[in-house]
């Protein structure tokens, strides 16, 4: 009996041994590739403008440029800026006026390149509220998420608008109870970006419901970016250079092969693939500007963050910042991604 101990405790002993030994080979191996975490955080749920991570991801691209891609999911633009300036996650994706102010609050995260070019922020109502403007929305209930980026922004467009923007009732929802808020009629109106329109289209009646735009409405300000905080930026500056690359080039390929690009989505979430396609194609107009096709995708344009600075300073807060402290376009792609058509 003395011996079979024995026996197993060796055996035993040699299989931890070679364990062990294959971690530490793993490990070696990681690292002669050279492969670094990487923490991205989404903005949100899984949406249709997220199928150029999970590309990238698909065709090692990330993995050749060095980088090991985590992608986190979202919680709203406040919680990336929040998380950013908290050291948690490497590059956050975040509505570019939510940078501004939590900037002028004390965070310390700054763009490092832009996603849309022109904003989606929208709202849908029931046309039978009467609503024949976005100022109309006073007196109405109107849900969103605490930390969603439309509530963040609601006072800058309110005043924007004319209106009190005390004068809505909100209901707090989940993040991805926008829908279902409108379509059991839970709210009048719904903050929810334009590219989220074929979301409602598969649960409920669109014929029922209308969509302002707030950029139709003076709300000119750029929107969905990737923003990182001063330390990752001083840091981790190379390592960002190679994460914007890769994921512009990317961007470019999934606009090229929408289809395509929403598939492979498919193969890492469970998501609506005729619905995310039509986001897609929907979020394509927010890219495909003159000025992504003369500059290169995700291109900051100092006007443009002028223009974003002084909608943040005259309608929502006083910044005390310089407007040079929130931008750094020095990790942007050396050589510009603009293969696309401008129709």
Known sequence: MKKILVFLVVVISAMAMLFAQGANESQSKESQKGVEKFDLLLNWTIAADHAPYYVGIKNGWYEEAGIDLNVIIGQGSGY??????????????????????????????????????????????????????????????????????????WPAFASMIGVDPNSV???????????????????????????????????????????????????????????????????????????????????????????????????????????????????????????????GIGWIDPEGIKATYNLVNNYQEKLTYPVSDIYDDSFLPKVPYTNIIVK
């Open 80 to 153: 990336s800026a929040q998380m950013v300036d908290a050291g948690k996650c490497d590059v956050a994706i975040c509505d570019a006026p939510v940078a501004f102010k939590f900037r002028n609050q004390g965070a310390e995260v700054k763009l490092i390149g832009i996603i849309f070019d022109k904003h989606p922020n929208s709202m849908y109502y029931y046309l039978d509220t009467g609503m024949k403007s976005p100022a109309d929305v006073a007196g109405k209930t109107v849900a969103v998420p605490p930390t969603d980026g439309h509530k963040v922004m």
């Open 169 to 295: 009732d909100f209901v707090n929802i989940d993040s991805t109870a926008k829908v279902s808020a409108l379509a059991s009629r839970n709210a009048d109106v719904v903050f929810e970006l334009l590219t989220g329109y074929p979301n409602f289209e598969a649960a409920m009646d669109t014929s029922l419901i209308g969509n302002f735009l707030w950029a139709d409405y003076g709300f000119e300000c750029y929107a969905h970016s990737y923003i990182a905080s001063d330390k990752t930026c001083k840091e981790k500056g190379d390592l960002i250079a190679k994460f914007l690359d890769v994921t512009y080039r990317a961007w470019e390929w999934s606009i090229m092969h929408p289809e395509e690009a929403i598939d492979i989505l498919a193969e890492y979430q469970p998501i609506n693939k005729e619905a995310l396609v039509k986001s897609l194609y929907i979020e394509q107009s927010f890219i495909l500007t003159q000025r992504y096709k003369d500059h």
